[in-house]
């Protein structure tokens, strides 16, 4: 049996998060908070991961940026839509 996202790694929580939002779990701030966290961290571990297990790739602090600003807006965007739809 195949794994939630197929063989790409990481799209199981992405799947897990876009069902449980079609589903109409509702975030508090502390939680949406939370889901950023979690998604920066798990950023920061590949790019430790890269850094101390692959000898052809570095950590950049560059990738843990862009990372955490994607996880934010993302965590935005799902925010405003909730919203919207309440409007």
């Not at 998060?17 to 701030?29: D, F, K, P, V």
């Not at 950023?43 to 996880?71: C, F, K, M």
Request: aromatic share 6%.
């Amino acid at each position: 049996m195949e794994a939630v996202g197929g063989s790409q790694p990481g799209l199981g929580l992405v799947h897990a998060l876009a069902r449980a939002h079609a589903t109409g779990l509702r975030w508090t701030a502390e939680q949406a908070l939370a889901v950023a966290l979690v998604c920066v961290g798990y950023g920061g571990v590949i790019e430790l991961l890269q850094a101390g297990v692959v000898p052809t790739r570095s950590a950049e602090w560059l990738d843990v940026l862009a990372n955490a600003a994607g996880a934010s807006l993302a965590v935005l965007f799902i925010q405003g839509l909730r919203y919207m739809k309440q409007k």
